[in-house]
T-cell receptor, first 114, second 113 residues
Framework: DAGVIQSPRHEVTEMGQEVTLRCKPI?????LFWYRQTMMRGLELLIY????????DSGMPEDRFSAKMPNASFSTLKIQPSEPRDSAVYFC????????????FGDGTRLSIL | KQEVTQIPAALSVPEGENLVLNCSFT??????LQWFRQDPGKGLTSLLL?????REQTSGRLNASLDKSSGRSTLYIAASQPGDSATYLC????????????FGDGTTLTVKP
């Protein structure tokens, strides 16, 4: 089975540019999560979707961040405009809504904003 | 608001030792608790998931326990090996199957040959 697939694996860009991170969840998983990990703040939940609908976006830091899930097999996290403090590793995870299934994580996108 | 704490932040042991990692949480109304492993530059890999009604789960050399009333979980690793070196995180899910998880900051384990 293919796991959660994230792209790109690494992104380096200048501040002010738009950044789009992509995620393909595991087929059949109904829940999708976007996390950000930094040394200072650890792993933070940004937003999660159930059945393509955003359920909780209270972790999205600012209006510069937006996330979409247009269908069950694809999600994007967009930052516009990007700032150096957005530099982090961004993880996508998915989970089946069958009771007590674990989350499965992608390998992350390492984002550096110069 | 759920808070999850993992102590110690780092642990170094010689190969072959048995060890215990700790996870504590403030709100006992949880749905389940999950232990993950993270290798450098990688995502998180699920190790064990304990339902709120369970006391422990075992997989190979790993055993995780859960005491909801005291807000604690432990991950026991038997006969540690250098390949066990990684960061171990616990995550507590809120009290519904659709709930979100709150993660601890992790314990970084080094097993020396």
């Amino acid at each position: 089975d293919a796991g959660v697939i994230q792209s790109p694996r690494h992104e380096v860009t200048e501040m002010g540019q738009e950044v789009t991170l992509r995620c393909k969840p595991i087929s059949g998983h109904n829940s999708l999560f976007w996390y950000r990990q930094t040394m200072m703040r650890g792993l933070e939940l940004l937003i999660y979707f159930n059945n393509n609908v955003p359920i909780d976006d209270s972790g999205m830091p600012e209006d510069r961040f937006s996330a979409k899930m247009p269908n069950a097999s694809f999600s994007t996290l967009k930052i516009q405009p990007s700032e150096p403090r957005d530099s982090a590793v961004y993880f996508c995870a998915s989970r089946s809504t069958i009771i007590d299934q674990p989350q499965h994580f992608g390998d992350g996108t390492r984002l550096s904003i110069l | 608001k759920q808070e999850v704490t993992q102590i110690p932040a780092a642990l170094s042991v010689p190969e072959g030792e048995n060890l215990v990692l700790n996870c504590s949480f403030t709100d006992s109304a949880i749905y389940n608790l999950q232990w993950f492993r993270q290798d450098p530059g990688k995502g998180l890999t699920s190790l064990l998931l304990i339902q709120s009604s369970q006391r422990e789960q075992t997989s190979g050399r790993l055993n995780a326990s859960l005491d909801k009333s005291s807000g604690r979980s432990t991950l026991y690793i038997a006969a540690s090996q250098p390949g066990d070196s990684a960061t171990y995180l616990c995550a507590v899910r809120g009290n519904t199957n659709a709930g979100k998880s709150t993660f601890g900051d992790g314990t970084t384990l080094t097993v020396k040959p």
